[in-house]
């Protein structure tokens, strides 16, 4: 049995160098974050570091004694609380209402209502007076979202996600419409084995901005991604250890130069160890090469 996370420390090294007339590397370590986790495996606490290590901001979490959330607490950087939320669920763990309260005291509550399936028909976020701030609609088919219309303080519509299955129950179609983009549309291409196999993403004049395709292994893991625009092409790559762990990521450009790679370590129960960065900036940007390393605390067995 894997041992039980207590608390998570992670850091990263970068790898500089002094000068440009110097071959010698700089190795500054910084801590990036800190997690503690309760038994359950929920977070309770996250502290977050800029890249100095100085001290950024911090979630606080607490659940009930089913494990699921029903407070957060966020904090800034001079650990005063700038956000909470507030949690409400019925007796079978669905949210009824979200309490939001803000740095200046005033406050906000998002409703949840659900069907007899317990879908989520309807969020709406209104403020202490009871004036509604924003809507949301969802609208189901085989307890398949098909629908979902977001309205404004005006119950103006302002954005609408429109989505179509084939016979098999698959996601083939999702329209996205705003006032800025207009109608934005994903298709989904699947093989005959059920794979999702390309995805073309078209804009509001039905022409072909972007195409992502995926190649699956004998095991149903996504070895290779092709993501393609105009204007670029970039190649992803994934090698898996034996236990299907992810050890390597590298991503070439369209003449097949490696343009970053990203090598993971495991522990034997699978906790990621290392991660190692290398990014070829190709002239556009600064190149990194930086590893980030976990210290693990466990509780008691």
Request: without cysteine.
């Amino acid at each position: 049995m894997s041992k039980l996370i207590k608390f998570v420390t992670l850091y990263k090294y970068d790898y500089l160098i002094e000068n440009v007339l110097s071959d010698d590397l700089k190795i500054k370590k910084n801590k990036l974050q800190y997690l503690e986790k309760d038994k359950y495996g929920n977070i309770i606490q996250e502290i977050n570091f800029d890249d100095l290590g100085e001290f950024q901001d911090k979630h606080i979490n607490k659940y009930n004694d089913k494990g699921l959330l029903i407070e957060e607490i966020l904090y800034d950087e001079d650990d005063q609380i700038i956000e909470s939320y507030f949690y409400n669920r019925d007796e079978n763990g669905l949210l009824i209402n979200k309490k939001i309260r803000y740095i200046d005291g005033s406050e906000d509550t998002e409703l949840y209502n659900y069907d007899e399936n317990d879908n989520l028909v309807e969020k709406i976020l209104s403020d202490s007076d009871d004036y509604i701030e924003r809507k949301e609609i969802f609208k189901y088919s085989d307890n398949k979202m098909i629908s979902k219309e977001e309205y404004d303080e005006d119950n103006k519509l302002v954005s609408k996600i429109t989505n179509v299955y084939d016979e098999d129950g698959r996601l083939i179609e999702t329209t996205m419409w705003d006032e800025e983009q207009g109608n934005i549309k994903l298709v989904n291409k699947y093989n005959n084995k059920g794979f999702r196999e390309k995805v073309f993403k078209y804009n509001d004049k039905g022409q072909l901005i972007e195409k992502n395709e995926y190649f699956e292994d004998d095991k149903k893991r996504i070895y290779q991604m092709i993501e393609e625009t105009p204007f670029e092409k970039n190649i992803i790559k994934f090698s898996f250890d034996d236990k299907g762990n992810v050890v390597l990521q590298e991503e070439y450009n369209r003449d097949n130069v490696l343009v970053s790679s990203i090598e993971r370590k495991y522990d034997e129960d699978n906790n990621v160890l290392e991660t190692i960065v290398s990014v070829d900036g190709q002239g556009r940007a600064l190149s990194q090469n930086y590893t980030l390393k976990y210290e693990y605390e466990f509780f008691d067995e």
